[in-house]
């Protein structure tokens, strides 16, 4: 089980002290939304190129132009590059097309996917690498439940792994760690955490 540090402040110099606190415990980093929009995929370069060790992920949450968006992605240095499932099917087969050919990885990310139940089916046919239960940061104190979620994702992929995001603490962690993800995505536990690597080592702990 991997573990994905979201990386979602608009400024990169803090979000690089952070990665530099933690990076020794965490598989992928993702450069998030905020960032990109802020700073750029110049960011996905320069984290890539500092840590060559870590997967790096560039949270694009493409929704079309898949194939033209993915490479923008990959020709920065991503390793994986999220394109969102509620996206045509088109796109994200022209984004996993790209990532086939470079050797990348593609995540679909399900948020605000309405009907996850026929969706899911339709998203394991084109066998991208990853697909994301993701709690949306807007949502996260609506007192949402993603545990049905997950329980329904896991039990209908056969061909893509399931990814979990939004709001992850130790809290919950446990009841997701039951339906096995292979990617746990953490975010603000960690970053606004007044000691993030403390953050990250609990994480760490219940993930072993
Ligand atoms: O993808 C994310 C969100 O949509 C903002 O772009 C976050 O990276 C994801 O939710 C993980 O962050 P936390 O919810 O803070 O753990």
Do not use: W
Request: charged letters at 25%; one cysteine or more.
């Amino acid at each position: 089980m991997k573990l994905q540090l979201a990386l979602d402040s608009s400024n990169s110099q803090e979000a690089k002290r952070i990665l530099e606190k933690v990076s020794d415990l965490v598989d992928i980093v993702e450069v998030g939304t905020p960032l990109l929009m802020k700073e750029g995929v110049k960011v996905v370069t320069e984290i890539k190129s500092a840590y060559p060790q870590l997967e790096v992920l560039a949270d694009l949450k493409i929704m079309d132009a898949g194939d033209i968006e993915a490479s923008i992605g990959f020709e920065a240095g991503a390793d994986i590059v999220t394109v969102l499932g509620v996206a045509h099917d088109v796109t994200i087969g022209r984004a996993v097309n790209q990532a086939r050919t470079l050797s990348k990885k593609v995540m679909i990310d399900l948020i605000a996917v309405s009907d996850v139940r026929a969706r899911i089916d339709q998203i394991d046919a084109i066998a991208p690498d990853y697909c994301c239960v993701h709690t949306a940061f807007d949502l996260q104190d609506h007192g949402m439940d993603p545990l049905r979620e997950i329980q329904l994702v896991q039990s209908a992929l056969k061909r893509t792994q399931m990814a979990v995001a939004g709001g992850i603490n130790p809290g919950i962690l446990p009841d997701i760690l039951a339906y096995h993800p292979a990617v746990v995505i953490v975010g603000g536990f960690i970053t606004n955490h007044p000691e993030p690597r403390q953050a990250a080592l609990q994480i760490k702990e219940l993930l072993a």
